[in-house]
């Protein structure tokens, strides 16, 4: 038997006896117990996303291997070896968290962290969502992190189906993906087009990521990010605000009062979209009618000073028509 043969066979017995191990200790797999006793409700038992792209990771790079197959299913034009520079430390021979969340944002995409729950994670790839996961794949006291993207999984037979290292397909049992997922606190992430959310995504959480992706992507994925969490959260503040402001910034002054006056409806005690309000009327040329809106904004510190502003604006726009 060659030496690499030896080392597959001590893999695959240790796997074996890893797999027992874990089955007969129960608070080692929380989650997985979780979801054995039940499954989240209309979720399918078993699906797969054969049509994910596959990149094998070469030595210590399967941060760009795991990221390019989640942006490359999103649509986005790149690869493995064009995502190192961004994401690749080679002094740490890995690559971070963060670079791995910030970096869709430079393609328009909104870089997501979903829960730290196994069904949350179900629940996205059942929605054809594949998502990036970090596991510590060491044996014993050895410590080795690895990105792998979920594709699928088969509740009934136990397994989840993983683009990991050189396997195209790797087959997972659910107890050793969460008993390596764990360590690092289910850290896992969705690299989303911004016409598209997580099925799990919270207005309170997924809006920061829009913004994180504004301040570094194009403003039009930015306004058909916010555009697309208003669809979810027609109450949404911070969605209208956001959806207004990538609106007013491309110009789309129309748009951007169409917005503002729906939110004004749902929140007329907002201060923010009075100010914005007043300040696209004001720059239609319709300062007298800006005036009265902005009149009626009753604003306390911080945005007493925004407010001031825009007044005098107003004011000064007003005396130079005369």
Known sequence: MTPAAVVRSARLAAGAFFMAVICGCASLVPQTMALRDAWPEGVPGRTEMADVPFFPQEDYQCGPAALATSLVYSGVKTSPDALVSKVYIPERQGSLQAEMLATPRQFGRVAYRIEPRFADLIREVAAGNPVVILQDIGLGFFTKWHYAVVVGYDYPA???????????????????????????????????????????????????????????????????????????????????????????????????????RQASTRHPESVVVTNNLAQTLSDQGRNEEALKLIDHAKAEPPLAASVAETRGLILQRLKQKK
């Open 158 to 260: 136990g397994e989840l189906y993983l683009r990991s290292g050189e396997k195209q397909r790797e087959k997972t049992p659910f107890t050793i993906l969460e008993y390596t997922w764990k360590k690092s606190n289910y850290w896992a992430m969705v690299a989303m087009p911004p016409g598209r959310l997580p099925v799990t995504a919270t207005e309170a959480t997924y809006l920061p990521a829009i913004a994180a992706m504004e301040r570094v992507g194009d403003k039009r994925a930015a306004l058909e990010a916010y555009a697309a969490a208003l669809e979810r959260w027609p109450g949404s503040l911070g969605a209208s605000v956001g959806l207004a402001n990538q609106h007013y910034a491309l110009g789309n002054l129309g748009e951007a009062e169409t917005v503002l």
